[in-house]
């Protein structure tokens, strides 16, 4: 199928849809002007756009407000990827790369290893540790060849059957895959292959992919892979494994990122180099936007995908997904996040006392803030590490139990204090709405909430859980406005040109979230699930 045959929208008019930054007059008509202190109502709690419906009150049906799910109203991580080929202990190895990568996802986790005949996999929901609780499920995984996969849902339910990696066996034999990003065109090219009569396990976009393989007439298992690349658009970093060699891929924009290095001889893959790390493994570099490893018992071989009109690495992989420790793109993260961290400083001064940071994505950045700002970093709120996604609240009626079981603010440190909140970035603001409550609560004099990122106007399509308008109090809203719906007595952000200063090569970077200017067409029914939306492979298994 070519990319000309999927429904296509011209212009995804983000951008004249109105960009909060952009807008001189609130939508509600002028600035708000309410204190937002404690106990004070906000604007935004009233209706009010084009949904009839409050920013809160479209949220309030959320898991976060009605099952008392821990608040993580954050933009999601992708996957984490790691991948190893020519090391007796491969599956132990990936375990560890995979335990560095957790981060990135804590849905479901699996590995996929090769004993040079045969495939073996386990995987299942919930963090590496529990999927691999039992001893026998890494012995069941003999072999000198592993990939392992941690997936957060970015297409496709969250569900056992989503869990990667996939395996398939096909004419080519034993072939395991798998994948973070998201695919653009992904309904179209299921749809084309249904109605060519394959026949799908899970609702995830990567299957398509494996699919695609499989009926490649291409007699290399590289080529194969290369002609069914060619056939998607949208950002990739792939793992495919058989019992022969191990492929690693990035698509040819750039999207995610995927690093190699050395244990020893061996060959490693990894979304991050925090994943090498655990392994002393030797970083060597990231792999080029495009590039093609293929790593068999012949060597490493690299080769190229047609190159994109453009690089577009995700700049939010610097500002929150990765981990600071790690190395992306070829950069530290932690060198550019405290640089963020140091501009918004410059850009957004604050008189005030303190910097505290919301921990601990933005722990960073808030140290570059107060180096830059000659303020004292202080640790004001503690995160507790120990709760689950699924946390289940007992008693609801309790306000803010949710952010609280979460973070605890530290009275002693910001009791009287004028603090300088600094956070890495918001999505809805629903979650920061309420620990300004906690930090008003513990005393502070004022808060001056500080953001190292622009406010997210645009949903993202290529792999980042923030896919619809509505996700995003940016999209709808002013800065004052979400200063008051948060209750800061200030609110500013880094601006673009800002967040583009820091980085090493702004024009390779994807900033489609902050500015509407997406480097591929998107079409116009994209939705995170769309095969469990059409009813397709109801059945869970
Ligand atoms: S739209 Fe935003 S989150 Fe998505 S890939 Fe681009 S920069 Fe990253």
């Known amino acids: ?24 007059e609130s939508a509600l008509g002028g600035p708000a002007g309410l204190s937002g202190r404690e106990g004070a109502s906000s604007r935004l709690d009233k209706p009010t756009g084009p949904h009839g419906r409050s920013h809160a009150a479209r949220w309030a049906g959320r898991p976060t407000a009605r099952y008392g799910a821990v608040p993580d109203d954050r933009p999601r991580e992708c996957c984490g990827l790691f991948g190893l080929w020519g090391d007796a202990e491969a599956a132990r190895h990936t375990y560890f790369g995979l335990y560095a990568l957790q981060h990135r996802g804590q849905e479901a986790a699996g590995i996929a290893a090769s004993d040079g005949r045969r495939l073996r996999l386990h995987k299942g929901p919930g963090l590496v540790s529990q999927v691999f609780a039992s001893p026998a499920a890494l012995e069941g995984l003999p072999g000198a060849a592993a990939i392992g996969h941690n997936r957060y849902s970015t297409t496709g339910a969250s569900s056992v059957r989503n869990a990667q990696p996939i395996l398939i066996e096909s004419k080519r034999g034993q072939l395991a895959a798998a994948h973070n990003g998201n695919f653009v065109n992904a309904a179209a090219l299921r749809r084309s292959m249904e ?4 026949i799908f396990q899970t609702t995830t976009d990567s299957e398509a992919v494996l699919h695609l393989v499989a009926r490649s007439r291409q007699d290399a298992l590289p080529d194969a892979i290369e002609e069914s690349l060619r056939q998607v658009v949208g950002a990739y970093a792939f793992l495919f494994l058989s019992p022969e060699m191990l492929v690693a891929v990035r698509d040819p924009f750039g999207w995610r990122p995927l690093c190699f290095g050395r244990l020893g001889e061996a060959p490693v893959v990894a979304s991050e180099s925090c994943a090498l790390d655990i392994l002393q ?12 490893l293929v790593v068999d018992s ?14 577009a690495s995700c700049i939010f992989e610097f500002i929150y997904f990765a981990r600071p420790d790690s190395r992306i793109f070829g950069e530290k993260a932690d060198k550019i996040r405290r640089a963020f961290g140091r501009r918004l400083a410059e850009e957004a001064p604050a008189d005030a006392d303190i910097v505290v940071a919301v921990p601990d994505s933005a722990n960073t950045a808030a140290l570059g803030y107060a180096e830059r700002a000659g303020l004292r970093f202080e640790i004001g709120l503690i995160r507790n590490h120990y709760v689950g996604r699924t946390f289940i609240s007992p008693c609801q009626h309790e306000r803010d139990v949710d952010v609280r079981v979460k973070f ?4 002693g440190v910001l009791r009287g204090k004028r603090v300088v909140v600094v956070e890495d970035s918001i999505v809805r603001g629903t979650t920061l709405r309420k620990l300004i409550r906690l930090v008003r609560g513990a005393g502070a004099a004022e808060v001056h909430v500080r953001v190292s990122s622009p406010p997210i106007g645009c949903p993202c399509f290529y792999g980042i859980d923030m896919s619809t308008r509505e996700e995003l109090i940016a999209s709808e809203h002013t800065v004052e406005e979400i200063r008051d719906f948060i209750g800061a007595d200030s609110l500013r952000y880094l601006s673009v040109e800002g967040m583009l200063g820091v980085v090493p090569d702004p024009a390779a970077m994807c900033t489609a979230c902050f500015t509407g200017d997406y480097p591929t067409q998107v079409p116009a029914d994209f939705h995170k699930d769309p095969f469990e939306r059409s009813g397709k492979a109801s059945a869970e298994s």
């Open 281 to 292: 493994a030797e970083y060597v570099r990231s792999l080029a936007p495009g590039e093609m």
């Open 195 to 198: 109605a060519d009569g394959s």
């Open 408 to 411: 605890n603010p530290v009275a």
């Open 298 to 311: 012949g060597g490493v071989h690299s080769r190229r995908l047609p190159a994109a009109p453009r690089q």
């Open 1 to 24: 199928m070519s990319n000309r045959e999927y429904d296509v929208q011209t212009s995804h008019g983000c951008r004249a849809a109105g960009h909060p930054t952009r807008r001189a």
